[in-house]
């Protein structure tokens, strides 16, 4: 369980840190004139929907670190207040440093805990998770949190051995057989990982093993300080390395944790890549599509005998979790009509003590996985955590609040409200409560109810009535495409 001892920070909290300095030389046909965050994209720069993204998750707190081109990015962004956010620069100086370097680089501008990410990629994750389990890690020793996703060398080559949900080594140059996932883009750290003892230490111990994780070409530069013509404070700070080298050794050292994605990343490091973000954008923030939003106990999975409580409850367990065979199907069916997918939970289980977040999250990632395994692809898991009332049992107990998120509130299906252009009146919920029919009805989307309307839960619907009622989530399906047929 999370240690209470650790402080655990909010998104509006933390500190964002955003590597900018790149050439971009591969796209020199659009960055000639013009840093790569600010290549256009559907009329916007590129960095503007990564932007977007982290502001809809409730990031205020942001240090680029600009270098090529640095002075367009600040003109564009400025201080961050038009935004509502705040946005300060460090500026990697006459050398490229490399990713490390440039981090180490601004090490004065740094919080104790910050996360990091890289300006040219879009990466659409679940950030509170990212944040809930570097805490959560660090009050296991960690030291560190790497996102990684089951890669199978489709978009690079992997290199991240995973045991379970653990990081058991990260190699971006040395790569084997056994590595299927590939080191995401999102990472948190604490600061005193960059501090001028740790760094030393490491890129002495680099060499020493041979890592073959730093461009070794200049010896001096890579182990040794760079600009012989700055002064002393300037020389400390410039040390050429590439962030890889300490990945690898906190993954060898066990303190990194993980952060399991499911949805693929887009980066612009080439034209074909430009083009293909060019056409998701398009499709994703500039047409308009219906959603179905899914409730998931009861009705893509199985609801489990809980033996403490002795009654039905949502599985606790990564063990007790059982996929009804038709889910799979249901949702290939509502893609293939043109319809987001949206899976919208309430999970009080850690609120009430009887399991912990961090299962809860594992159990959504490994039904994502196996979905897409099917050719059933999610485009988002929105799960509220929280609980009004603290149990004997409970540990985590920041969970324990009144939200706007827990259904029979709308909270889950306007999450993603700003960051999918949705079609709400011609869209969906799915579930087998009266909480989600109560919760689609307040959004405005059409209802289908599975299962059978008994009297006690036509007294807690009141006057509202769901559109369809069905036995299982294939004759929702069923439904939804006769509809688009019409």
Sequence with gaps: M??????FKSTEDMQVVVLMGGLGTRLKEYTKECPKPLVDVEGRPFFDYSLKLLMH?????????????????????????????SITYCYDGKELLGTGGAVKRAYDHLEDDFLLMYGDSFMDIDYEETLYRYFEGRSRGMRALMTVLRNGNRFDKSNVIMDGTEIKLYNKKDTSPEMDYIDYGVCVYEKSLFSDDYINGLL??????????????????????????????????????????????????????????????????SPEALNEFRNYVKHRFNEKHPAVFLDRDGVLNEIVFNDDTEQMDSPQKLSQFRAFPEA????KTFRDKGYYIFIVTNQPGAAKGKSQLRTLYDINTMFVER????????????????????SEHTKETFLIRKCDCRKPKPGLLFKPKDIYNIDYDNSYM??????DIVAGNAAGVKTVFIGELKCDACKKLCDIEPDHIVHNVSEAAKIVRSVCCE
Excluded at 372 to 389: F, I, L, N
Excluded at 430 to 435: A, L, N, P, V
């Design 2 to 7: 999370m240690n209470a001892e650790v402080s």
């Design 371 to 390: 979905l897409s395994e099917q050719g059933a692809e999610v485009d988002g898991v929105y799960m509220c955590p929280h609980y009004p009332k603290m």
């Design 430 to 435: 799915i579930g087998d409560s009266f909480t």
């Design 57 to 85: 998750h409730g990031f205020k707190k942001f240090l680029f670190l600009i270098g090529y081109r640095a002075e367009m990015i600040e003109e564009y962004y400025g201080d961050g207040s038009r935004l509502g956010i």
């Design 328 to 331: 799979a199907d249901a949702i």
């Design 204 to 269: 002495g111990r680099s060499e020493e093993a041979d890592l073959n994780c730093i461009d070794k070409t200049d010896k001096s530069e890579v182990s040794g300080w760079t600009g012989a013509d700055t002064d002393k404070e300037e020389q400390r700070k410039n040390v050429r390395f590439d962030i890889a080298v300490l990945q690898n050794r906190l993954s060898i050292d066990k303190k990194i944790a993980a952060h399991i994605v499911t949805k693929r990343f887009y980066e612009i490091g």
